[in-house]
């Protein structure tokens, strides 16, 4: 889906640390049309903790090396396979 | 010890200071409980949660500045006989509305009012007398991020293809102009005579340059 401001615009993953050292953890998402909103929605959003570090990653920015197939699409292939198997040739 | 006799300032400076607070603290009360009435207004689950905490935050640093107010006078800041024409009629910054009316108009008031207080606190942080700057700091931290909140919807409304660019433009030019008026009208030489604010520190012209820088950063410029 192409960001807009109608559906909030793109999605940023949120991660945050809570004390120095310590590994950081991706703490939830947000949608924002940019790089500005999407800082502030991430610290009013997510600002219940004492976050040492915080930051935001455009999601389209993440390069994945290894990704598990999400099982939504996959449920969706069986379905098709499924009525393509009862559906008459 | 209160913060006059800590700044160790003359009568002037103490007055033009309170001025300073009061009118900050009225704006920024009036718009903590207009955020508070109108955190529905978001278009987004994410504006409507940033403009509650907001609004917790506006009331919060209100509080501060009446209480400095209060300890710099040992008065209570509704007794104080300043701006008493402007508190009378309920405005704050003169000529800014108190109360917008549009989502377009609420995020222009929020960038006029907070880039204003940002200049302010940041000149007085600068200063060399470090008296204030305890209880200042947070409030700077605080205001840094609702200045983006303000930034990025300013971005977002200026890229659309429809008529809002045309009206956040009218939008900020309806509160630029004035804040900077106010600003550089105001305490600057009292203040930087009493080294509350750096030599040569103007608060007008440093609030023009911030918005000049931001709107270069978007690619436009804006009238201030």
New interface residues.
């Given amino acids: 889906m192409t960001p807009t401001?109608k559906n909030?615009?793109e999605e940023w993953e949120v991660f945050a640390r809570n004390k120095r050292g310590a590994e950081f953890y991706q703490i939830g998402t947000?949608?924002?049309?940019?790089?500005?909103?999407?800082?502030?929605?991430a610290?009013?959003?997510y600002?219940e903790e004492h976050w040492v570090d915080l930051a935001v990653v455009r999601r389209s920015d993440i390069t994945w090396v290894r990704r598990l197939k999400p099982m939504v699409s996959q449920a969706d292939e069986v379905v098709a396979a499924m009525v393509e198997e009862e559906e008459p040739a | 010890m209160t913060v006059q006799e800590k700044l160790q300032i003359d009568t002037r400076a103490q007055e033009a200071m309170t001025r300073l607070f009061t009118v900050l603290a009225d704006t920024k009360y009036r718009l903590g409980q207009h955020l508070a009435n109108c955190s529905w207004m978001g278009p987004v689950m994410e504006a409507s949660v940033a403009t509650s905490a907001m609004a917790q935050g506006e009331l919060g640093r209100a509080r501060l500045l009446y209480w400095l107010i209060e300890e710099m006078t040992g008065q209570a800041a509704e007794d104080l006989p300043v701006d008493a024409a402007v508190r009378a009629a309920g405005d704050a910054l003169p000529e800014i509305k108190p109360e917008p009316e549009t989502w377009v108009e609420l995020i222009a008031a929020i960038y006029a009012i907070k880039t204003a207080t940002r200049v302010v606190l940041q000149g007085l942080l600068d200063a060399p007398d470090p008296a204030l700057h305890r209880r200042l700091k947070k409030m700077d931290d605080e205001e840094h991020y609702e200045i983006l909140y303000a930034e990025g919807w300013i971005e977002d409304l200026l890229a659309d293809t429809g008529s809002l660019p045309a009206r956040v433009r009218a939008a900020l030019a309806h509160y630029l102009p004035p804040t900077r008026a106010w600003l550089a009208a105001g305490e600057t030489a009292v203040l930087t005579a009493a080294g509350l604010l750096p030599a040569g520190f103007n608060l007008g012209d440093e609030f023009a340059a911030r918005v000049e820088e931001f709107a270069r950063s978007v690619g436009t410029s804006l009238t201030v």
Avoid: E, F, I, K
Wanted: glycine letters at 10%; aromatic letters at 6%.
């Fill in positions: 401001r909030g615009g947000v949608r924002a049309p940019n790089r500005r909103l999407a800082q502030a929605y610290l009013m959003t600002d």
